[in-house]
C-alpha cells in the first residue's frame, strides 16, 4: 500500500492510505481452445491460445473486448479431413503465466468468427 509521509504506526484498529494500492497484477486473459491444434503463439510459444484478451476495466467491472484485426487469426487445419468430425470443444482462461483461472462459478462468453476458403 501507499502511505504518504504523514501515515502513523497502528496498533489496534486500522489506517487507510491516502492513495488506492495497485494489487491487480493480471493485464490480460488468455483464451484458450483444443478447437486448434497450436493457436495463436506468445512470447514464441503455442499453447492452444485463440485470443489476447487486455483487462481494460476497473475490478468489478464488464470487459467488453473486440479483436482489432481480422487477420488475427488461429489456424484449425488439424480438423481438415477429420473422419469422425467433432462436435464439441473446450474452451479455457489462463493467465499469462498460463495458470488457469477459477471464475468462482461467474459466466464469461465470447462469440467465434469461422472463416474458410473453398476449393
Given at each position: 500500500m501507499i502511505f504518504s509521509e504523514r501515515a502513523v504506526l497502528v496498533t489496534k484498529g486500522s489506517l487507510t492510505a491516502p492513495y488506492i494500492a495497485d494489487f491487480n497484477n493480471l493485464n490480460a486473459y488468455y483464451l484458450h481452445s483444443d478447437l486448434v491444434h497450436q493457436g495463436i503463439p506468445t512470447n514464441s510459444i503455442y499453447g492452444q491460445v485463440i485470443s489476447v484478451i487486455p483487462v481494460t476495466a476497473a475490478p468489478g467491472n464488464l470487459i467488453v473486448y473486440q479483436g482489432q484485426y481480422e487477420n488475427l487469426f488461429a489456424d484449425c487445419?488439424?480438423?481438415?479431413?477429420?473422419?469422425?468430425?467433432?462436435?464439441?470443444?473446450?474452451?479455457?482462461?489462463?493467465?499469462?503465466?498460463?495458470?488457469?483461472i477459477?471464475?468462482?462459478?461467474?459466466?464469461?462468453?465470447?462469440?467465434?468468427?469461422?472463416?474458410?476458403?473453398t476449393v
Open positions: 487445419d488439424n480438423l481438415i479431413g477429420s473422419i469422425n468430425g467433432r462436435s464439441t470443444f473446450s474452451f479455457w482462461l489462463t493467465t499469462e503465466n498460463n495458470q488457469v477459477d471464475m468462482n462459478g461467474e459466466e464469461y462468453s465470447f462469440t467465434l468468427l469461422f472463416k474458410w476458403d
